[in-house]
DNA sequence: TAAGTAATATACTTTTTAGTATATTTTTGT
DNA sequence: ACAAAAATATACTAAAAAGTATATTACTTA
């Protein structure tokens, strides 16, 4: 079992999370956190060191959570092919994430980009882990002969993943879910074509 | 010519931008602002009511800029298969864009997603009004007999739109363009064998 | 179950940032 | 070139946010 500090360090995260994701790190402060998770100070600053500590670990936790989801997405998929339609699939209601605010990959790589480098650095591994893992599934789906060898699955990986990234700012910033669906439709045609 | 405080408001606006663009509305504050500028407070203040008023008005003017950028380059297409690949090829160096902090539109929309309505509605406006944009080239394209009419408008025109600007996030959290350079090419194989 | 320790709450200080009142300088039109 | 008005600078106050010292409460294990 948990010790409480650990429950209670996990409800902090798990409670800053959603603020952090749409506020952002600049945006989001300490006591809005304590207000939703209501503690004080003194209990949060029993846990973390400051601001930047607790964004780093939310940011940790938020990211650890989207992997789990976005493995056993996949992982359901018993074929390459099945495989990418879940994870284009994963996408498809944009305007009610899991996580409050969209994508936390994404919200985090916007506002990391030119301010927070140690956080960047985490996403760019995420980013880069995530396509190695999509190219990877690729691969394995020509050598099986699944897919012609006509597909690159580098330019097709990095494609569908921007797209779907893509699609939910502008989706979200439209509060439209629907031009999603013609995406998610175009990118499964487009794999399909190669489909032997 | 302009008057002495209308220069200098647009010099404040020009100043302001890219480090709002790079730092967003929230990292951002006056003073690194009137610091960039080398202006005091009551100069701005004599511009803007305050804080909020400034950055509505830097983000207007980002905007703007980032409009008749986008027209001019696909302008300059005669075509419209010429005016998309402009239009695409406008991205290609997403570490260096024009205005220090990569793509305005996406990290507006990002940021003020959950937190600035206002603002959140003129990303909309924006974003709607370029994909209306494209998708009257690609509609006049197939109109002309350039494009077969197999092409979806709408859906290439979110695709591509979405795909770009998903991948300048990418290029950026990962500092490299190289990716961008393979999508850039899917994206107009993908165009260009709907021409006839 | 009581003593010791860990966890949390309270009340404070410090720092940062926004905003304002007033003085000074610079434009601008005559 | 000068007076009026506009623009800008200076020096301040106010508010918001982060962080800390200490008291209190709740675990936990001997």
Redesign the pocket.
């Known amino acids: 079992m948990l010790?409480?500090?650990e429950r209670?360090k996990q409800f902090i995260l798990e409670t800053a999370a959603p603020i952090f994701n749409q506020k952002g790190i600049s945006g989001a402060?300490?006591?809005d956190v304590l207000a939703a998770a209501k503690?004080?100070?003194?209990?949060l600053?029993?846990?973390f060191e400051?601001?930047?500590d607790l964004a780093l670990q939310v940011v940790e936790h938020m990211l650890n959570t989207n992997g789990e989801k976005m493995l056993l997405t996949i992982s359901k998929g018993k074929t390459a092919k099945a495989k990418v339609f879940a994870f284009l699939d994963f996408y498809k209601d944009p305007l009610n994430t899991y996580l409050k605010g969209g994508c936390p990959i994404f919200n985090i790589a916007v506002e990391s980009d030119d301010n927070f480098p140690v956080i960047k650095e985490k996403i760019a591994g995420v980013i880069r882990q995530g396509q190695e893992l999509f190219v990877s599934v690729l691969t394995l789906g020509i050598k099986n002969g699944e897919f012609s060898d006509k597909l690159d699955p580098v330019v097709y990986a990095f494609k569908a993943v921007a797209a779907v990234e893509g699609a939910v700012v502008m989706c979200r910033a439209m509060n439209t879910a629907k031009p999603m669906a013609g995406l998610i439709k175009s990118l499964k045609a487009e794999l399909e074509s190669y489909v032997i």
């Not at 503690?39 to 209990?43: D, E, I, R, W």
């Open positions: 010790t409480k500090a209670t402060n300490i006591d503690l004080t100070k003194g209990c600053y029993g846990h400051g601001k930047e």
